[in-house]
């Protein structure tokens, strides 16, 4: 097990191959990362270098073809599908890029959802959700739909949603890729506050510069390899 | 263990509930595959109810205390023949309930007459049952709606309330030409909707002569003075030398009679409805694969948040099922209130003559109909769910 100021992601010797007919796509090839608790990683690179197939490795969303991945001392890839819905309801805060709210649920009911999943009473429920959406800004717009907040309100209910159940670990796909730049800042900040003021370990895939800049590290994926270092 | 299920189940309403929600997006669709299943329901329910209906009318007037008399090897009263020396040896016999006017028999003759009906002008086969006198309380369900009884040796008839209503020219005060003479319509009886209601009764001693039937019979009805009574009433008359009989209570007889009828429009009705089924199942499987590729980012996305894929599958076929549900409810409803009571009037091929009905949806019909709607929703559900449940979840997330 890992203590609580150790790595909380161990990835190591990882590979994904994707097959599109005979052909094989190397989307990863012996991928090493270590995470520790409490950091806030930006994680760039171009389309198709493989940081949503990395988030999707970490998030339980898919496995490796080789290599391992250990989240909090656990062997992720090993877990059944059914072992891995359990550990991401209980481990993941997912983030979208779009979103991905529930259309014909209020703000409130669509933070709920995660809620439904674990052993809470209703009352309870309501409290962690009045909560999330407090600490996103968003307590006065429980009652509205999807459809009647702007793109950045709707980022928040997704990050409420993400945290609503207090996971270990928040993972961003392009959180701010589908906002102007004033919303994208907004949440931006929030994401930073989360990491500083409640100690979330958050890995951010992003494009954008100006977003990585606001992480604690960030590190560069090409052509299935990562850096340190934007590559020249 | 039961934590893990209550989840399950909490699970499952959540996804459920929200599929429900967002019916209203694609009510198109939606309505298209009620309407398919409630088709189906309607023509199920509206031909077995011709069956149920026909089956009620033959059966439902049918007392267990009531037994017929025919000649030993003969299927209806069509076929048989009685001499007037053996209507009374059978009015003689232990069980026959007797009242101030003695046994309660009646001894009978049938012949078929042409009428024109009223749907459509054309003639059709009625019954005209000569009948003794003590053949009412022997029935003990006919009562007069209208009129009066026949007069005994008069040529008038009483008319059953089905034969009244399917024929023209059968009211009280009207006239019938019966063989050479005009009969007079004197009354109108109904026999708690059965069959005799469909009938036409005047006096047997009467329609003997305008048939040249001398003194013969068909069948001699009697009133057992209890239904245990009729074994021993059947033995005494089956091993009596002088007598070949076959002895068969009412209410078996009538529902032999229908069996035959009753069996072919079901058959039919299930055919029927079968196919339309088999069309409002691709109707639903339409539906719901559309409903499951509107859906693809959301399912992905509770899949995501860590839902699992049982209660995904749960939730498709539940849609499904509710769909159908409410498309066999509404063809439930339009076919009580198109098709319960309509009277109509159909050919008995024991005997071959009319028998007046009233199309009859009854409340296991119903249950049956529902039954099969909810079937149509199951297997139209079933495959779209098993898809909803593979969805590659990573790729999926990221649809727009």
Known sequence: ?232 | MATGFFNWISQSAAVTLYNLRTIPERRGAALAAAVGIAGVVVVLVGVLSIAEGFHRAMTVAGSPAVALVLRSGSDSEMTSGLTHDQTRLIADAPGVARNDGGALASAELFVIINLPKRSTGTDANVPLRGVSPTAFDVRGNVTLLAGRRFAPGRNEVVVGAGAARQFAGLEVGRTIRVGQNDWAVVGIFAADGGVAESEIWTDAAVLQPAYHRQDTYQAVYVRLTAPDAFPAFSAALTTNPQLSVKVVRQSDYYAEQSTTLTAFIRTIGVAVAGLMALGALFGALNTMYSAVAARTREIATLRALGFGAGPVVCSVLLESLALALIGGAAGAALAYGAFDGFQTSTINWQTFSQVAFAFKVSLPLLVQAIGWAAAIGLAGGIFPALHAARIPIAAALRET
């Open chain 1, 1 to 232: 097990m890992s203590t609580p100021n150790g790595p909380l992601i161990e990835i190591q010797d990882v590979e994904k191959i994707y097959r599109r007919g005979a052909e094989e796509i190397h989307v990863l090839s012996g991928l090493n990362l270590t995470v520790a608790r409490g950091e806030f990683l930006a994680l760039m690179g171009p389309s198709g270098s493989g940081k949503s197939t990395l988030l999707n490795l970490l998030g339980g969303l898919d496995r490796p073809d080789r290599g391992t991945v250990t989240v909090e001392g656990k062997r992720i890839d090993q877990l059944s599908d059914r072992q891995l819905a359990a550990w991401r309801a209980r481990h993941v805060g997912l983030v979208f890029q779009f979103y991905n709210l529930l259309p014909a649920m209020t703000a409130e009911r669509n933070v709920e959802l995660p809620l439904l999943l674990t052993d809470l009473s209703r009352r309870e429920r309501r409290q962690h959700v009045a909560t999330a959406l407090a600490i996103v800004g968003l307590a006065h717009r429980t009652r509205h739909y999807p459809g009647q907040l702007s793109g950045g309100e709707q980022q928040r209910v997704g990050i409420a949603r993400a945290i609503v159940t207090d996971p270990t670990l928040l993972l961003c796909d392009e959180p701010t890729g589908d906002l102007d730049r004033k919303s994208g800042d907004e949440i931006l900040g929030l994401l930073q506050a989360l990491n500083r003021e409640q100690g979330k370990t958050i890995l951010m895939v992003t494009h954008d510069p100006h977003a990585s800049a606001r992480a604690s590290r960030t590190v560069h994926l090409d052509k299935g390899q990562l850096s340190a270092d934007p590559p020249a």
